[in-house]
């Protein structure tokens, strides 16, 4: 079956400029999450969506960042007034709920801030 | 507060060789223990998993890992690499918590694999 998409798949901006990063999840998959991945580094949590609950934003580095998730499935990553630090590969995850919480993760998008 | 460490950043190792790639964690209760492996340019792909019951566990691609709780390790594991095993693998791990819903991963800074011919 279709894994989770990411679109775009490259990204490339200018500092100050917004960008959206989209999430398709695996259907029937209730909870959704986005890490950021920097050179050098491991997966930085960044938020968490189970159903209808609220979110779990803890991992947001700053208020420029926000996510939503509409009807349960697709989610938008919202980057305002981009900053060069900003740029990394932004990967999206679904899991069941049940069980283990196995995720299973997309390609991933890869911004670059200039 | 849950954490991962890999305390290796990089691991060589001959074609046909063993290999292992080391993980320790710490969680104040019960975990739950995933490897990942990371193609160039590809998403994480999952590997294997410990729950509960048997502490080897047996993976993808001939992986399996041996959840150690008195040592905290998870270590995973293959007994003869392949060079198409070089790649970037990532331990996670998940805090059991009763009750709780939150089913966040918490990752290690990833070790590079290199399997050389």
């Known amino acids: 079956g279709a894994g989770v998409s990411q679109s775009p798949s490259n990204k490339v901006t200018e500092k100050g400029k917004d960008v959206e990063l989209r999430c398709d999840p695996i259907?029937?998959?209730?909870?959704l999450y986005w890490y950021r991945q920097s050179l050098g580094q491991g997966l930085e949590f960044l938020i968490y969506?189970?159903?209808?609950?609220?979110?779990?934003k803890s991992g947001l580095p700053s208020d420029r960042f926000s996510a939503e998730r509409t009807g349960g499935s697709v989610s938008t990553l919202t980057i305002q007034r981009t900053q060069q630090e900003d740029s990394a590969v932004y990967l999206c995850?679904?899991?069941?709920?049940?069980?283990?919480?196995?995720?299973?993760f997309g390609p991933g998008t890869r911004l670059t801030v200039t | 507060a849950q954490s991962v460490a890999q305390p290796e950043d990089q691991v060589n190792v001959a074609e046909g060789n063993p290999l292992t790639v080391k993980c320790t964690y710490s969680?104040?209760?019960?975990?739950?223990l995933f490897w990942y492996v990371q193609y160039p340019n590809r998403g994480l792909q999952f590997l294997l998993k410990?729950?509960?019951?048997?502490?080897l566990v047996k993976g993808s691609y001939g992986f399996e890992a041996e959840f150690n709780k008195s040592q905290t390790s998870f270590h995973l594991k293959k007994p003869s690499a392949l060079v198409s095993d070089s790649a970037l693998y990532f331990c996670?791990?998940?805090?059991?918590?009763?009750?709780?819903?939150?089913?966040?991963?918490?990752f290690g800074k990833g070790t590079k694999l290199s399997v050389i011919p």
């Open positions: 259907s029937g998959h209730t909870a």
């Open positions: 410990y729950i509960t019951g048997d502490n």
């Open positions: 995850a679904s899991s069941l709920k049940t069980g283990s919480g196995e995720q299973y």
């Open positions: 969680v104040s209760g019960n975990p739950y």
């Open positions: 969506f189970q159903g209808n609950s609220a979110p779990d």
């Open positions: 996670a791990v998940r805090e059991i918590i009763p009750g709780a819903g939150s089913y966040q991963l918490t």
